[in-house]
């Protein structure tokens, strides 16, 4: 058995060599891998790091910035592995046991298509990483004022899944299904790839782990928040908002999502399916 690791990478060299120290050190050693960085906009002291030091990866270049599913899709093409973990280049990985326990899943789970792991800030706080699918009234809220409202907040809240973790208690690591998961960290099985196909091309930034997930479920297979498995995310969001309603105009990051919302609802219309 063989897995595959995709790297998203765009500029960040130093968090990406973080990445990569982290994850040869803790790969499963009774487990035959892949490594595979997949690198937007290319910078000459990246590839040169990379040929120096990191021979033994696949290393894959681009002279733009083509977004985060289309550097996924050219490494998929790649990839070998029956398992296929794909993480950004802010992820670290920190035991031996974090690969296994997710391959370990997905073995004794046929019905699973995709995990997701439990992401940790670097003070080992959660970080929020599942969510319900996007409605209007959710990208709404979270890119403009009405967000601070009862009326948004409350809406809020529901996409977050709070009433979950706080029924289930999620602390203890019981697994649940979710509609979707954050694309910073999925693993998935190559079979259930290979019947739902990449990632859309069309999404250049945010809603392509949606729409992933969304075609998981439409397919017959679960998509699952797997907090056994644990990663710390170093995330830094680039897309903060000030929540005016002057946002959506100057807002780079914030035009790009309502670009990307506006093609998942044209795509999926706006009632929101429920498919677990």
């Known amino acids: ?5 995709i790297i998203n990478h765009h500029q960040t060299l130093e968090v990406l060599q973080l990445c990569l120290k982290s994850l040869l050190k803790n790969l499963p050693e009774n487990i035959e891998s892949e490594i595979i960085v997949t ?27 083509i977004g985060f ?46 995990i ?14 599942c969510f319900r699918f996007y409605t209007p009234a959710v990208i709404a809220c ?10 948004g907040k409350k809406v809020l809240s529901h996409f977050l899944m709070d009433d979950v973790f706080k029924k289930n208690n999620l602390e ?24 739902i196909g990449y ?8 809603l392509e782990d949606t729409d992933w997930c969304r075609r998981f479920w439409k397919a017959g297979y679960k998509v699952v928040y797997f907090p056994q498995a644990r990663m710390y995310h170093y995330h830094i969001q680039a897309s903060k908002k000030k929540g ?17 919302a506006i093609k998942y609802f044209l795509k999926w219309g706006f009632k929101k399916k429920k498919f677990n």
């Open 116 to 129: 997701g792991p439990k992401l940790l800030n670097i003070n080992n706080t959660r970080q929020v990483s």
């Open 39 to 65: 690198d937007s906009e290319t910078q000459e002291e990246t590839e040169e790091i990379m040929r120096e030091f990191f021979p033994q990866i696949i290393f894959i270049t681009s002279e733009k910035n």
């Open 199 to 206: 990632f859309d091309k069309r999404f250049f930034m945010y």
């Open 142 to 151: 979270r890119r403009t004022f009405l967000g601070k409202t009862k009326w």
């Open 69 to 114: 599913g289309k550097s996924v899709n050219r490494a998929l093409k790649k990839a070998q592995g029956k398992y296929i973990l794909i993480i950004n280049a802010d992820i670290v990985i920190d035991k031996k046991e974090t690969i296994e326990k997710m391959i370990g899943y997905l073995k004794n789970n046929p019905e699973v298509g995709i």
């Open 244 to 260: 005016g309603i002057f946002d959506l105009f100057f807002s780079k990051y914030t035009r790009i999502h309502l670009s990307s």
């Open 1 to 5: 058995m063989k897995i595959s690791i």
């Open 172 to 195: 203890k690591d019981k697994p649940i299904f979710v509609d979707w998961l954050m694309g910073s960290a999925l693993f998935a099985r190559r079979e259930a790839i290979e019947k």
